[in-house]
C-alpha cells in the first residue's frame, strides 16, 4: 500500500514550516507522496485543526499535531 501524508497548516507559522521540512524530508526517504494544505482556505478544515496546527495526517487520518515524531511516523508508513 502506497501511503499519502498531508501536513494541514497556515500561513506564517513557523511550526508549520518545521512540520512541512521534516515531512519532506521522511516521505523524501521513504517514497512517500505528501503535501501541504492552509487550513485557512477552507472553513471546515479551520474548524477542526485550526487551533492545533501543524496537524499530520496520514491516509486522511489524523496521526498527530503540533510536532512530527519522526519515529511514529516511519512506523506508520513502514
Known amino acids: 500500500m502506497v501511503h499519502e501524508v ?5 500561513d506564517g507559522c513557523h511550526l508549520c514550516e518545521v512540520a512541512e521540512a521534516e515531512v ?3 516521505c523524501g526517504e521513504l517514497g512517500v507522496p505528501w503535501t ?3 487550513v485557512d482556505t ?9 487551533d492545533r496546527v501543524p496537524v499530520i495526517l496520514v491516509d486522511g487520518a489524523e ?3 503540533w510536532r ?11
Not at 498531508?6 to 497556515?10: K, P, Q, S, Y
Not at 477552507?42 to 485550526?50: M, Q, T
Not at 512530527?68 to 513502514?78: F, I, K, Q, S, T
Open 6 to 10: 498531508t501536513v494541514m497548516g497556515r
Open 24 to 26: 519532506a524530508r521522511i
Open 42 to 50: 477552507d472553513p471546515e478544515w479551520r474548524a477542526e485543526y485550526g
Open 63 to 65: 496521526h498527530g499535531y
Open 68 to 78: 512530527v515524531e519522526e519515529d511514529r511516523l516511519r512506523r506508520a508508513l513502514a
Open 36 to 38: 501541504a494544505e492552509d
